[in-house]
Nanobody, 121 residues
Framework: QVQLVESGGASVQTGGSLRLSCAASKSTGSSYCMGWFRQKDGVERERLAT???????SYADSVKDRFTASRDNAQNTVYLQMGSLKPEDTGVYYC????????????????WGQGTQVTVS
């Protein structure tokens, strides 16, 4: 099982930017889909972006054109560059991994990081 550790969460002003990082405990480049999710208070965790083993990236409509996901397989790290942040982007951000296929349903992801808080005001 892959261990994941997120970092980079902070409090920022509306319109600001942040970059989140997620370091994996082992190589995920050849076989794993990596995903970014967000959970707001009292709301089910939602998928924001996924990056598959081939580098194909998919975004949720709510963050498309504002967030950019990427992965550095040499560093076993995935990133989420967030721009034009809004108060509704406030939440705990998680990265996750699953073998091979990317899916939107959080229940189908095996490994999760501990989360990092992003607050936009």
């Amino acid at each position: 099982q892959v261990q994941l550790v997120e970092s980079g969460g902070a409090s920022v002003q509306t319109g600001g930017s942040l970059r989140l990082s997620c370091a994996a405990s082992k190589s995920t480049g050849s076989s794993y889909c990596m995903g970014w999710f967000r959970q707001k208070d009292g709301v089910e965790r939602e998928r924001l972006a996924t990056v598959d083993a081939y580098g194909y990236i998919s975004y949720a409509d709510s963050v498309k054109d504002r967030f950019t996901a990427s992965r550095d397989n040499a560093q076993n790290t995935v990133y989420l560059q967030m721009g034009s942040l809004k108060p509704e982007d406030t939440g705990v951000y998680y990265c996750a991994s699953r073998y091979w296929y990317c899916v939107a349903d959080p229940a189908m992801w095996l490994s999760w990081g501990q989360g990092t808080q992003v607050t936009v005001s």
